[in-house]
């Protein structure tokens, strides 16, 4: 399937909580990110906007990626993911638009900082370098490479230990 460039990205609205959890469940090999989902929903991490699905031309949601709040110690910072495509529609930059629509959301919002634990190879095309750089870390021991950061301004990126929402678990 080719990429696309006319996917419509919006912020999640109550009747797209179903389709966003169907999402999630065909994306990944369990219920555990669709569960985060609906965890956090209810969680004061939760910030209104920053939900955010790609559709087709249909309206049919079929990308999704969510920021929540986190901190780097004290800092207030956002993290992102889940993220997730129906395994139908990857590899057409339904899960980029979704995430540069998140991200997007999150800079207009005055947000400066995002941390994201994801696959090395996909998330450097956003602007995400190596959190280890700047000194942060988490309190579990995950591949260095894995565990990255963004800036939308000037801020300088603050060191220390990510804490993300108690659903997390982490």
């Not at 009747?15 to 569960?35: G, H, Y």
Request: proline share 8%; hydrophobic share 40%.
């Amino acid at each position: 399937m080719s990429t696309r460039t006319d996917w419509i990205t919006r912020a999640e609205t109550d009747a797209d909580i179903p389709a966003i959890r169907e999402i999630n469940l065909a994306a990944f090999d369990t219920a555990e990110e669709a569960d985060l989902v609906d965890a956090l929903r209810t969680d004061p991490a939760w910030i209104d906007g920053l939900s955010i699905f790609s559709a087709g031309p249909d309206g049919k949601p079929v990308g999704y990626a969510l920021l929540t709040r986190c901190h780097v110690d004290d800092t207030p910072a956002l993290c992102l993911g889940p993220c997730a495509v129906l395994p139908a529609h990857q590899k057409t930059g339904a899960g980029s638009a979704a995430i540069l629509a998140a991200l997007e959301a999150a800079e207009q919002a005055g947000e400066h900082f995002v941390i994201v634990l994801g696959h090395p190879t996909y998330y450097p095309r956003f602007g995400f370098t190596r959190a280890s750089e700047y000194g942060i870390r988490l309190s579990i021991d995950v591949p260095d490479e894995a565990l990255m950061a963004l800036r939308f301004d000037s801020e300088q990126l603050p060191s220390g230990t990510v804490r993300y929402a108690p659903p997390f678990g982490i």
